[in-house]
């Protein structure tokens, strides 16, 4: 049984429970692209990141093939990241607003960053059984760092479908019909502690670079997230 945030980082990044993301993972590590050759890619599954006692939890879809695959740390490396950490810095829950590699001096404020699939999958893409795969990785992650969360964003409708199931595992009571995606969108849940989701349109290039999801939408979802846990 894995009884801490250290010791499910080091599980999580030791995962080859699919087949299709391993290999996939792992030739994008090889290949590279052009503009980073002449770096080693991570090319392993990529564990969450932040404090063990965070208050807020926010959860992606998985890492990029050349971000966070590359890197070893989530939103890092890539344009989703650029445009999450601004935003995070922005309401004060990270001490700078870019994220370039692991070793950049990085810190998150009483937040947390993960994911329900810790592989780079193929287009972005990954399946319905690889999600399910990956789950119980979640689950562990909510039970552990329960005492503290307060409050849950969610980027895109993906991580949140992948959600509901890992928080009814790890004890909350997830309402029937479960409650839809939508970018503000705000529930909240009761059971081993209080809890409240929000629903944020995912930080990819097609929704920032049309507009869709803007940093002043963001940053709203962030600080409604911030104040629900208790932090201003």
Not at 77 to 92: E, I, P
Not at 189 to 197: A, H
Request: charged fraction near 20%; hydrophobic fraction near 40%.
């Amino acid at each position: 049984m894995i009884t801490s945030i250290t010791e499910l980082d080091c599980a999580v990044s030791e995962c080859r429970a699919c087949p299709r993301l391993v290999a996939w993972r792992e030739q994008v590590a090889q290949e590279k692209r052009a503009a980073f050759r002449d770096e080693t890619y991570w090319g392993r599954p990529v564990p969450g990141f932040g404090p063990d006692d965070a208050r807020i939890l926010i959860v992606g879809l998985a890492p990029a093939a050349h971000g966070g695959n590359r890197t070893g740390r989530m939103f890092t490396g890539d344009r989703s990241g650029d445009v999450l950490y601004a935003a995070l810095y922005a309401v004060g829950l990270v001490n700078q607003p870019t994220a370039t590699d692991i070793n950049d001096g990085l810190q998150l404020f009483d937040t947390r960053i993960t994911a329900p699939v810790h592989c780079a999958p193929p287009a972005n893409k990954p399946t319905t059984g690889e999600r399910d795969n990956c789950r119980h990785w979640l689950v562990d992650e909510l039970r552990l760092i329960q005492p503290t969360l307060r409050a849950i964003v969610v980027l895109g409708a993906f991580g949140w479908q992948a959600l509901m199931p890992a928080l009814t595992e790890a004890g909350w009571q997830v309402p029937r019909p479960r409650p839809r995606f939508g970018h503000g969108v705000r529930v909240e849940l009761e059971g081993p502690s209080p809890l409240y989701l929000f629903g944020c349109y995912h930080v990819s290039q097609q929704n920032t670079f049309t507009g869709k999801l803007t940093p002043a939408m963001i940053e709203d979802v962030l600080r409604a997230a911030k104040s629900a846990a208790g932090l201003g």
